[in-house]
């Protein structure tokens, strides 16, 4: 079994995956972390309906979600056809699609509980604290605020992290399963048994596993002690 | 309004802890109104009956809350006026604020905690105000400690050292000690009621317990039903000084 794993380790679709999970990353820095900060703010029609639609993913079937996405960004689509005559971009069934698709399942899972962590009333004292001490809000933010929801920052972007690495749903929609271009490593588990390679399936199964257990360590360290 | 104000600016030229407040505040059916002047020194008293409205006056006068109408000036700039659209970010006010709870950062140490403002605020410390305030609320000992290993005294005493670090000209203080027993409460009482004479910061020091009001007050502004007027101190602590005697209290 050691040398199918190997060999899978370093195949395209494990590739593909990482990078999938690092571009993830990036983009939940830079978009879920502002965003949940924009959720925490007072209640307002906006923020509900967008909180709404952050939420969906977790309460939506993903194939389901997978299909509105496809004939949103489609060439035809609402979204498709401006991303295509604006900026160029033909977004289905190419690898930024898979990336799409991985960020937008593992959305929920950042944003809701960091939205509930910046929501808590000592949080938000403790940056009114930081202003008094001659800080604008976004240094309050980086300085005060961020480390203090550090670990749940920490376990949300790892748990969306693991969602991404087996997305599966909206990323066959979107990237349309075409092997060498947008095959992430949860996809050829389904073509190796739809070509009735179990052990190939196999392999690729543990190295899923491995990783999910070293999300689970790291989880399990972030998560704080007797509280 | 705000030519009133500026015709007050150009005919005083007032000093560190000079605040005037000319405003009003409505959360659903309460009213605070507030029109005042603090130009002496030392420490003024906020009392009042819970829910009469100290905190949101306290707030109001940081830049955490923002007035209905009115007008809020400090010694050198106005920070608020409903009329030329001023309002001025708590950052910008060079008002440092005691809360009731200690709010210290978990993530730094005693030290980092102090050092804060100067730090992290473009508040840069003034020289010896350091080694004047780490000794006059005998810090030196805490430093290296984190705020969870500290007692509630401590961490309060530690809050007040950040605050007056933050170099403000007005040192607002919300009931920092209501979580306290009388031992800590007595011990705390002693460090604040020298703050104004050795570090030359004027205090307004919110609090409902009589027995803080009588330590500290040099005048006294009542908040009542949301209605704001000053009080005779003398007169009033002469008679709580009568019924001490008398063992009433």
Redesign the interface.
């Known amino acids: 079994m050691t040398g199918p794993i190997l060999q899978e380790l370093f195949s395209f679709p494990a590739y593909l995956t990482l990078k999938v999970g690092l571009s993830c990353l990036a983009l939940h820095l830079l978009v879920t972390l502002p965003l949940a900060w924009w959720l925490s703010g007072p209640r307002s029609w906006a923020r509900r309906g967008v909180s709404l639609l952050v939420t969906l993913p977790l309460v939506f079937p993903p194939i389901a979600l997978g299909f509105i996405l496809l004939t949103l960004l489609g060439r035809q689509g609402l979204l498709g056809v401006p991303l295509e005559s604006i900026f160029g971009l033909r977004l289905v069934f190419s690898q930024a699609a898979v990336v799409l698709a991985a960020f937008v399942a593992g959305l929920p899972l950042l944003a809701r509980p960091l939205e509930a962590a910046l929501k808590r009333e000592e949080i938000k004292e403790l940056a009114q604290a930081a202003r008094t001490l001659g800080c604008g809000p976004l240094k309050a933010f980086v300085t005060v605020t961020l480390p203090q929801v550090g670990p749940v920052l920490g376990s949300g972007l790892l748990l969306s992290l693991a969602r991404a690495t087996g997305e599966v749903g909206v990323t066959l929609m979107l990237g349309g399963n075409i092997v060498g271009r947008s095959n992430t490593l949860s996809l050829e588990i389904y073509n190796s048994v739809a070509h009735g390679e179990f052990d190939r399936a196999m392999a690729l199964c543990l190295i899923l596993a491995v990783c999910g257990l070293l999300f689970y360590l790291i989880l399990e360290k972030l998560t704080p002690s007797g509280s | 309004m705000s030519g009133q104000v500026n015709k007050n600016l150009e005919e005083s030229a007032p000093g560190p802890g000079f605040l005037e407040a000319h405003l009003t505040k409505s959360y659903g059916s309460f009213r605070l109104t507030a029109d005042f002047k603090l130009v002496e020194p030392g420490i003024t008293v906020i009392s009042g009956p819970s829910g009469a409205g100290k905190t949101t006056l306290l707030n109001l006068l ?3 809350s923002r007035p209905d109408w009115g007008y809020i000036r400090g010694p050198e700039k106005v920070y608020f006026d409903s009329n030329q659209g001023i309002c001025a ?3 910008k006010r060079n ?3 005691v ?1 009731q ?1 200690s ?1 210290l ?3 730094f140490s005693v030290k980092n905690n102090l050092l ?2 100067s730090r ?4 840069p410390l003034r020289p010896g105000s350091w080694e004047k305030v780490v000794s006059l609320l005998g810090l030196t000992a805490l430093l290296g400690r984190r705020p969870h290993t500290l007692s509630g005294g401590e961490a309060q005493r530690v809050a007040i050292g ?2 007056l670090l ?1 170099e403000g000209d007005l040192l607002l203080m919300d009931e920092p000690l209501s979580s306290l027993d009388r031992e800590r409460k007595t011990e705390l009482l002693g460090y604040i009621a020298k703050i104004p004479e050795r570090l030359g910061v004027p205090i307004l020091y919110v609090t409902h317990a009589e027995e803080e009001l009588l330590a500290l007050a040099q005048r006294v502004l009542e908040v009542f039903q949301g209605q704001c007027r000053w009080r005779e101190t003398d007169a009033r602590a002469e008679n709580f000084s009568a019924r001490a005697k008398g063992g009433d209290l």
Do not use: K, Q, T, V
């Open positions: 940081a830049g955490l970010p708590p950052e008002i440092s604020y809360f709870r709010r950062f978990s993530h804060f403002a992290f605020g473009n508040r950040r605050a933050a």
